[in-house]
């Protein structure tokens, strides 16, 4: 079958690919922003898997708890070293879907969104390998990273990367549930809407082109 | 379950009215919360903005509701606090305007939502129409309502939890009869548990060392399993004195076990004896006041007050309505007060030369004293002939003292200004009296409004009652013969703004002893006291003088302040207990109140109190037409 030079993809991906030719808004505080957040299995983005994803919906400075997801997938690989950072276990409670169910859910709450997590390289390469398995390319969407954005503050210099948790009390965010996926999103959230509050201070016509520069570019300028 | 939506209910279900919500309406309500964040001074809604289809509720930070036009600050909010309702509820456009005055961080809750599960709530809705849409405040720790149908001493007496003493003796079942004779000769006590695992067995008392040892029918040596009563009979810790009664008719026994679950197969945690019934049967308010027409000495009658502290304690854990608490503890302390007059003329060389009566002054006067406080009194003797007077007055004025110094031994400690009526000031005959009056009312200067807002508070304890109506009347022709006193009444009844923003600011009292507490009684007691004083007088009424029987009288008489009358009244019940409580805890009069330790409950309620306060002020001001002195 290779004469099929352009590959048939399931419905739920060309909605996905269609999302992106809607209008997006122009103004930073209508822009539709989903903070996401994994729990894998380990830190290979080769081998190990997802097994929760959680994403919140931020338009301007509010949080769309209607507008979130949390998901918790069955994946074959378990690592029982890893359980106890994110507390899931192979058989428990939770309801669980497919990877597949999983990334149809997930790709349906982004749509054309700009995605947000902190260090979000592993969080979108973690989605983008289980895409891979799925016989998917890769996510199309624009992505912020609150640890750059953190850095584009320059509050604090003396180092590059700073952890979730380091931000979030500098910032008087309680850490609920930190290593839940919603968890972690909805912190990593709130971290997001103070960190563009105090860049909008600096710059007053903050746009996303600016957020989505990255650091070393800024050095050179 | 959405995990995010799960962390918005834990923080919700915390406050009114969402603790009224079953946990499904809550959850529901959790999981379409929109989670706002504003950084400090940025506006949340502003003065003639259409409302936005939602309300709002303080998560973090604090959030201000101004006046645009003249920014003034109305309320401030914090963690729990709804603001934005009433917008919604009345439609329109926003009235005030809405600025973060920390960073802050605020949900928001739809309309639907509110009138889906809020409105259809009645308990909800009804703490939210009675905190925001009228003046009545609802009191989300109201006293009075848990117990209202508990009108009859003896049924709420009987419904009290049994007070049982907790770690309980015990020995195990090989032990020697002896060894526990032993133990509870050493322990002084009456009887000791046999337990297994911490799990009741049986029981020795007194009785059964008496029965099966001391007539010889077992040795000392055996174990304590020999003779002891079992099995026995247990009981959940909340047992009721009524139902420890009757088991203990029941069963014909003097002891119940309290164990964990009230099973005999579950851990052993207290021992409920007859003695213990009979100890807070002994402390019952009429009990006590049998004893104190009983007693003969002041030793026995501090015994008395003492119990009347425990009484008051228990009245205060159990939530027992207030005014009824006051009542009772004013009536014992009125008995004890007139056993010590009886007392004082009986060492006395002669009868009174004429009669006289004896005045509770201040708080006292008002029944609002609950807890032991400083004595407050004074003294009007009849008018005699002018070559009596010298012999009249130094009479009274020893009588006073010996008053004085036994009430002080019994606990009433003496006035550091000295207002008693071992004070020849207050010692005066009933002319005397009329004169004082009257020249605290033409010339109410700082310290004349003050005595007046001490003496005019005077209640009849002892003696002859007319002296006292005399005086009474005497006020009231006074203060028309010279109307304008009641604009200066008026002026020191405003003196004390209520702290509107003070969780905030923490408007703590800065210096002195009690730095970082918060004077309830000048700051939010007083205020409405003299509002309640110079408004009853404004009536001429006289007869009353509790607080809150005068803002009741008050709703009587003007039926369209009912609403502001009835917030004074609830508020000031709210917080004499408030301080009963505080004065508790802390062993002291309760005045001063370490915010620190408030619950969130308690903050709100006193908040409340703070804005009857206000409202009461408000009316004075316009009444008395007091703006142009302000």
Not at chain 2, 480 to 507: C, E, T, V, W, Y
Request: aromatic share 8%; glycine share 4%.
């Amino acid at each position: 079958m290779n004469w099929f030079k352009k590959k048939i993809y399931p419905p739920f991906w060309k909605a996905y690919i269609a999302s992106f030719k809607e209008k997006k808004s122009d103004t930073l505080e209508h822009l539709r922003f989903v903070v996401f957040d994994t729990e894998t299995t380990g830190l290979d983005t080769k081998k190990d898997r997802i097994l929760s994803i959680g994403s919140i919906a931020v338009i301007g400075n509010t949080l769309k708890v209607t507008d979130s997801l949390e998901s918790y997938l069955s994946q074959d690989l378990f690592k029982a070293e890893t359980v106890k950072i994110h507390g899931l276990l192979k058989e428990g409670a939770i309801k669980k879907v497919t990877e597949e169910e999983a990334i149809i859910q997930f790709l349906e709450h982004i749509g054309n969104s700009i995605l947000v997590a902190h260090h979000a390289a592993f969080d979108v390469t973690m989605i983008n390998q289980a895409l891979k398995r799925l016989k998917l390319p890769k996510l199309k969407n624009k992505v912020l990273d609150t640890g750059h954005l953190f850095q584009k503050t320059k509050l604090d210099t003396s180092k590059k990367h700073f952890g979730l948790d380091q931000l979030s009390k500098k910032f008087n965010i309680p850490q609920h549930d930190r290593h839940t996926a919603s968890g972690d999103a909805f912190i990593t959230a709130l971290l997001f809407v103070k960190l563009i509050g105090i860049l909008k201070k600096k710059n007053p016509s903050l746009t996303l082109n600016y957020l989505l520069r990255s650091n070393d570019r800024i050095g050179l300028l | 379950m959405n995990l995010i939506a799960k962390r918005i209910s834990d923080f919700l279900k915390d406050f009114p009215p969402f603790n009224m919500l079953s946990q499904a309406q809550l959850f529901a309500i959790s999981s379409e919360v929109e989670v706002h964040y504003f950084e400090k001074n940025t506006d949340i809604f502003t003065t003639g903005q259409t409302i936005k289809n939602q309300f709002y509720v303080v998560k973090d930070g604090a959030v201000g509701l101004f006046i645009e036009e003249k920014n003034i600050l109305v309320d401030e909010c914090d963690e729990g606090d709804i603001f934005g309702l009433r917008a919604l509820m009345r439609q329109g456009n926003y009235k005030l305007s809405a600025k973060a005055i920390e960073e802050s961080i605020v949900y928001s809750i739809s309309s639907e939502l509110f009138e889906e599960y809020i409105t259809t709530n009645s308990e909800a809705s009804t703490f939210l129409m009675s905190s925001f849409a009228s003046n009545i405040r609802y009191t989300a720790t109201d006293p009075e309502k848990k117990n209202q149908s508990k009108e009859h001493l003896q049924d709420f007496f009987e419904e009290q939890s049994a007070a049982y003493s907790k770690n309980p003796i015990q020995c195990a079942p090989e032990t020697s009869i002896k060894s526990a004779a032993l133990i509870m000769t050493n322990k002084r006590v009456g009887s000791i548990i046999i337990t297994k695992n911490k799990k009741p067995l049986g029981i020795i008392t007194d009785k059964d060392l008496r029965i099966k040892i001391a007539t010889g029918s077992s040795s000392i040596e055996e174990p304590v399993t020999k003779i002891m009563s079992s099995p026995v009979i247990t009981y959940p810790e909340n047992i009721t004195i009524a139902e420890a009664q009757i088991a203990m008719l029941k069963y014909r026994i003097t002891h119940l076990c309290i164990t964990e679950d009230g099973s005999k197969d579950s851990k052993l945690i207290g021992i409920l004896s007859e003695h213990d019934i009979v100890v807070v049967r002994g402390n019952s308010p009429s009990a006590l006041v049998k004893e104190v027409r009983r007693a003969k000495t002041p030793e026995q009658l501090q015994h008395i007050r003492k119990r009347a502290e425990q009484l008051l304690e228990r009245y205060i854990k159990q939530q027992i309505p207030i005014m009824f608490a006051t009542k009772i503890l004013s009536a014992i302390n009125e008995s004890i007060t007139q056993k010590i007059i009886d007392i004082s003329i009986k060492e006395m060389p002669t009868v009174p030369p004429t009669s006289f009566a004896w005045l509770a002054i201040g708080s006292q006067g008002r029944e609002e004293q609950l807890l032991l406080t400083d004595q407050d009194n004074a003294l009007v003797f009849n008018n005699v002939k002018d070559s009596e007077y010298k012999k009249t007055k130094e009479y009274f004025l020893s009588l006073s003292k010996k008053i004085n110094q036994k009430l002080n031994s019994i606990g009433f400690e003496l006035c550091p200004a000295n207002m008693m009526a071992s004070n020849p000031a207050w010692c005066l005959s009933v002319s005397e009296w009329e004169q004082q009056f009257k020249k605290w009312i033409t010339t109410p200067d700082q310290d004349n409004l003050m005595l007046c807002t001490i003496f005019f508070d005077f209640e009849y304890v002892y003696g002859d009652k007319n002296l006292v109506t005399i005086l009474a009347e005497s006020i009231f022709e006074s203060i028309a013969s010279h109307d304008i006193f009641l604009n200066f009444l008026g002026l020191n009844a405003l003196k004390n703004p209520p702290p509107l923003s003070f969780f905030r600011q923490f408007l703590v009292e800065r210096d002195g002893d009690h730095k970082d507490q918060f004077d309830v009684k000048a700051r939010a007691m007083m205020p409405l006291v003299d509002a309640a004083r110079l408004l009853i007088l404004s009536k001429n009424v006289k007869a009353h003088n509790n607080t809150i029987v005068r803002y009741k009288k008050l709703m009587e008489l003007e039926p369209q302040n009912r609403d502001v009358y009835a917030a004074c009244s609830e508020a000031f019940k709210n917080l004499l207990y408030f301080r009963t409580q505080q004065g508790l805890l802390h062993k002291d009069s309760g005045r001063f109140i370490d915010l620190q330790t408030l619950s969130k409950a308690d903050r709100l309620a006193l908040k409340n109190c703070f804005k009857a306060v206000k409202e009461v002020q408000d009316l004075i001001q316009t009444r008395f037409k007091l703006s142009q002195f302000l």
